[in-house]
T-cell receptor, first 111, second 115 residues
Framework: GQQLNQSPQSMFIQEGEDVSMNCTSS?????WLWYKQEPGEGPVLLIA?????ELTSNGRLTAQFGITRKDSFLNISASIPSDVGIYFC???????????FGQGTTLQVKP | KAGVTQTPRYLIKTRGQQVTLSCSPI?????VSWYQQTPGQGLQFLFE???????NKGNFPGRFSGRQFSNSRSEMNVSTLELGDSALYLC??????????????FGPGTRLTVT
């Protein structure tokens, strides 16, 4: 079945640094979504991407839908302590619309 | 607009019992999906309901079932609970027409502990 490989698994960075994470797959997806989850809460949608090559920003966050439709990346610029959490990518399977999630990237920011 | 709500937030059950979890989607959303989240397996898709019909199903045993009501509210049921069913159960809603948005919005989850 479809799988998403998300990397890195975890990151520990200094406040102010930029962060980059990505998801790759051997399968094609027609939508890529990026979520952030904080302890005790459900994932919160950050960015949605619908077209191959699409580059979308949401404040300090920027995400891109890969040209091959098999990958996506998320960048966070000038990280701050409240960026701490687990970031998930999710791809929508073309035939069913079912979402497949990556394993998550745990981000820790040192003030 | 109110977000997705799930009840209860926390639940402790004993092996062999059954449990029912409830989810109220965002107003106007007709699709409700359920996920199981565990530290080892991440977010695993259980099933999706749209207009009271199950539209997609994940790879979970038949002990896991769900349903959706005419007002789009959904419930999931787990029978004969096992220790491995301890997890955070997340519900997500979306406005998902035939070819429309796949953006899913999650509730806070129900933390189920099986002892």
């Amino acid at each position: 079945g479809q799988q998403l490989n998300q990397s890195p698994q975890s990151m520990f960075i200094q406040e102010g640094e930029d962060v980059s994470m990505n998801c790759t797959s051997s399968s094609i997806f027609n939508t890529w979504l990026w979520y952030k989850q904080e302890p005790g809460e459900g994932p919160v949608l950050l960015i949605a991407l619908y077209k191959a090559g699409e580059l979308t920003s949401n404040g300090r966050l920027t995400a891109q839908f890969g040209i091959t439709r098999k990958d996506s990346f998320l960048n966070i610029s000038a990280s701050i302590p409240s960026d701490v959490g687990i970031y998930f990518c999710a791809g929508s399977v073309p035939s069913t619309g079912k979402l497949i999630f990556g394993q998550g990237t745990t981000l820790q920011v040192k003030p | 607009k109110a977000g997705v709500t799930q009840t209860p937030r926390y639940l402790i059950k004993t092996r062999g019992q059954q449990v029912t979890l409830s989810c109220s989607p965002i107003s106007g959303h007709r699709s409700v999906s359920w996920y199981q989240q565990t530290p080892g397996q991440g977010l695993q898709f259980l099933f999706e309901y749209f207009s009271e019909t199950q539209r997609n199903k994940g790879n979970f045993p038949g002990r896991f079932s769900g349903r959706q009501f005419s007002n789009s509210r959904s419930e999931m049921n787990v029978s004969t609970l096992e220790l491995g069913d301890s997890a955070l159960y997340l519900c997500a809603s979306s406005w998902r027409g035939l070819a429309g948005s796949y953006e899913q919005y999650f509730g806070p989850g129900t933390r189920l502990t099986v002892t």
